[in-house]
């Protein structure tokens, strides 16, 4: 059984930054961990994914140059660096996982099998 735990999220001013935790347990091989967000009202969007064990990482257009996807295999934990934060990154983030690559589809949310419960980033 696979479990995602995030962590990580708060209350925080613009232009400050946040640091998220992913941990992931369970069997794993090859696999595209994400960045998922959902704001109130608003369709939950990628944010940011990367494939286990190092590869290529992909970002919303949104938040490029800002916030940064990274891992820990050991850990087996993934990160989600968010500085510059703006009011409009205001939302819950869900972690995610998918087997395989992640590939230019990688934000397409239905094909992730495994979420986590979500953190809360707002700010103000």
């Known amino acids: 059984h696979v479990q995602l735990v995030e962590s990580g999220g708060g209350s925080v001013q613009a232009e400050g930054s946040l640091r998220l935790s992913c941990a992931a347990s369970?069997?794993?091989?090859?696999?595209?961990m994400a960045w998922f967000r959902q704001a109130p009202g608003k369709e939950r969007e990628g944010v940011a994914a990367?494939?286990?064990?190092?590869?290529?990482?992909y970002y919303a257009d949104s938040v490029k140059g800002r916030f940064t996807i990274s891992q820990d295999n050991a850990k087996n934990t993934l990160y989600l660096q968010m500085n510059s934060l703006k009011p409009e990154d205001t939302a819950m983030y869900y972690c995610?996982?998918?087997?395989?690559?992640?590939?230019?589809?990688?934000?397409?949310?239905?094909?992730?099998?495994?979420w986590g419960q979500g953190t809360q980033v707002t700010v103000s």
């Open positions: 995610a996982a998918k087997w395989g690559l992640c590939g230019i589809w990688w934000s397409r949310q239905s094909a992730y099998i495994y």
């Open positions: 369970g069997y794993f091989s090859k696999r595209c």
């Open positions: 990367t494939v286990t064990g190092g590869g290529n990482t």
